[in-house]
């Protein structure tokens, strides 16, 4: 592999921030926020919107999800206007 090319692969806390579910796993992502995790290390935080533990087809409940106002946002583009 070249050298210097390749991102920075580490320890990283993702955070469900709908149900503040939280899981450490190894990734490449960046963040500037920073959590103490259970080991006492201090590890980068990247919050989430979804993940199994407020996903709908994990959870069985029916939850509605929009973000930055994606549904208006698509309305407003493939309106049709009479």
Do not use: C
């Amino acid at each position: 592999m070249k050298k210097d090319i390749h991102p920075e692969y580490r320890q990283v806390v993702f955070q469900d921030i709908q149900s503040d579910f939280m899981f450490i796993t190894r990734s490449t992502m960046n963040s500037t926020e920073k959590i103490k995790w259970e080991d006492g290390n201090e590890y980068p935080l990247i919050k989430i919107e979804v993940s199994s533990a407020s996903h709908p087809f994990y959870t069985g409940k029916k939850i509605f999800v929009d973000t930055a106002g994606r549904v208006e946002k698509f309305n407003r583009r493939y309106r049709k206007d009479k």
